[in-house]
């Protein structure tokens, strides 16, 4: 079983929809969920962190995590054809250093 | 400005070479990190760097070696044993649970 796992899309959605991705881990102790976003050639930005179990928003991205399905969400809504890319979720690993990611899952945004 | 600087932007090898990658960083951080990314693919480390002089494979460490003599710099060789080596490679640097990367260096076997 891969430590986080995503589903590798592409994710089509219409411009204006709310797209939802997601990611799931392995690791029961981990303590600290990103998800970046990737464009193609360029390399990850940070979008949305998430520490405790919830929702937490920011702007047009809302981050959902619960633990005790080792299950975190991004949400992202009024899509923008701007927002089409790979999404990387990405974990810290308990007890070690391990910064580890997903493989992505790409978002195309229809206009 | 602050931030990661990788160079070479592009790299091509030829079989049984070693080449060195450089990563270095003036953000005054402890932790890096070195991931390879395939097309299509997501992030998979490499080899990670707590403090000067130690350092930790990661999930993909055959093929690679790395070292962390001064803070700021942590350059990845890739050796001729690793037989599929050509990939984007992306360093990154840690502080307060956030990445920070640098614009990758993409290596073409040629």
């Known amino acids: 079983q891969k430590e986080v796992e995503q589903n590798s899309g592409p994710l089509s959605v219409p411009e204006g929809a709310i797209a939802s991705l997601n990611c799931t881990y392995s690791d029961r102790g981990s303590q600290s969920f990103f998800w970046y976003r990737q464009y193609s050639g360029k390399s990850p930005e940070l979008i949305m962190s998430?520490?405790?179990?919830g929702d937490k928003e920011d702007g047009r991205f809302t981050a959902q995590l619960n633990k005790a399905s080792q299950y975190v969400s991004l949400l992202i809504r009024d899509s923008q054809p701007s927002d089409s890319a790979t999404y990387l979720c990405?974990?810290?690993?308990?007890?070690?250093?391990?910064?580890?990611f997903g493989t992505g899952t790409r978002l195309k945004v229809l206009a | 400005d602050g931030g990661i600087t990788q160079s070479p932007k592009y790299l091509f090898r030829k079989e049984g070479q070693n080449v060195t990658l450089s990563c270095e960083q003036n953000?005054?951080?402890?932790?890096m990190y070195w991931y390879r990314q395939d097309p299509g693919q997501g992030l998979r480390l490499i080899y990670y760097s707590q403090i000067v002089n130690d350092f930790q494979k990661g999930d993909i460490a055959e093929g690679y070696s790395v070292s962390r003599e001064k803070k700021e710099s942590f350059p990845l060789t890739v050796t001729s044993a690793q037989k599929n080596p050509t990939a984007f490679y992306l360093c990154?640097?840690?502080?307060?649970?956030?990445?920070?990367f640098g614009q990758g260096t993409r290596l073409t076997v040629v």
């Open positions: 990405a974990v810290t690993s308990s007890g070690t250093y391990k910064y580890i």
């Open positions: 990154a640097s840690i502080e307060n649970t956030e990445a920070f």
């Open positions: 998430i520490y405790s179990n």
């Open positions: 953000l005054n951080h402890d932790a």
